[in-house]
């Protein structure tokens, strides 16, 4: 079991910029990727990036690329998400997920996920 919790969400202006954190507890060992997906009302779930957990190999959506950056801590089992050059089509509640195997861009490749924290960009 891996639980996962995220922070840092809330309300910044177009342009601004806002850093998210998933702190991961229980059998994080398991984990192989760890991801940000996003949904926004009315929307489906969407992908954001990803990280490799050994590795630190990244892919982001090309709708965040450069602008957005993954990373993780793993002393501390969490990972982030830097959000930078904020626009309103950026908000969402955005989620973090965690894979046991290989996992990239799909929501059917992830095993756990958190409670999604809000992100507001206003114009």
């Known amino acids: 079991q891996v639980q996962l919790v995220e922070s840092g969400g809330g309300l910044v202006q177009t342009g601004g910029s806002l850093r998210l954190s998933c702190a991961a507890s229980?059998?994080?060992?398991?984990?192989?990727?760890m991801g940000w997906f996003r949904q926004a009302p009315g929307k489906e779930r969407e992908f954001v990036a990803r990280?490799?957990?050994?590795?630190?190999?990244?892919y982001y959506a090309d709708s965040v690329k450069g602008r957005f950056t993954i990373s993780r801590d793993k002393s501390k089992n969490t990972i982030d998400l830097q959000m930078n050059s904020l626009r309103p089509e950026d908000t969402a509640v955005y989620y973090c997920?965690?894979?046991?195997?290989?996992?990239?861009?799909?929501?059917?490749?992830?095993?756990?996920w958190g409670q999604g924290t809000q992100v507001t960009v206003s114009s």
């Open positions: 997920a965690a894979a046991l195997g290989i996992a990239r861009m799909t929501q059917g490749e992830y095993d756990y």
């Open positions: 990280i490799t957990w050994s590795t630190g190999i990244t």
């Open positions: 229980g059998r994080t060992f398991s984990s192989s990727a």
